[in-house]
Nanobody, 114 residues
Framework: QVQLVESGGGLVQPGGSLRLSCAAS????????MAWYRQDPEKQRQWVAS???????NYADSVKGRFTVSRDDVKNTLYLQMNDLRPEDTAVYYC????????WGKGTLVTVSS
């Protein structure tokens, strides 16, 4: 059974940084494109960034230049380095693959506030 466990969220001031992690198990992690998503209570879940199995990346325009997605296929872990955080980045962050979703994890809450 596939399990995705996100961690690393917290409270940070505007302009600050956080690094999120997503530990994956029960799947062939290295063979899968993986992605980060986020959702706040007033919006639908939205795509943030993707990384392909060979390391190519794509980003939503709202985070381009501030966020960096990476992966460690030995540790079966996905990362999201978030810099220059803004209040509008506040959300619960999830990882999953972008096609044929696995069961969603619980996510990790990021709150950007002064």
């Amino acid at each position: 059974q596939v399990q995705l466990v996100e961690s690393g969220g917290g409270l940070v001031q505007p302009g600050g940084s956080l690094r999120l992690s997503c530990a994956a198990s029960g799947m062939s992690f290295s063979a899968n494109t993986m992605a980060w998503y986020r959702q706040d209570p007033e919006k639908q879940r939205q795509w943030v960034a993707s990384i392909f199995s060979r390391g190519n990346t794509n980003y939503a325009d709202s985070v381009k230049g501030r966020f960096t997605v990476s992966r460690d296929d030995v540790k079966n872990t996905l990362y999201l380095q978030m810099n220059d955080l803004r209040p509008e980045d506040t959300a619960v962050y999830y990882c999953n693959r972008p096609v044929g979703y696995f069961n969603w994890g619980k996510g990790t809450l990021v709150t950007v506030s002064s």
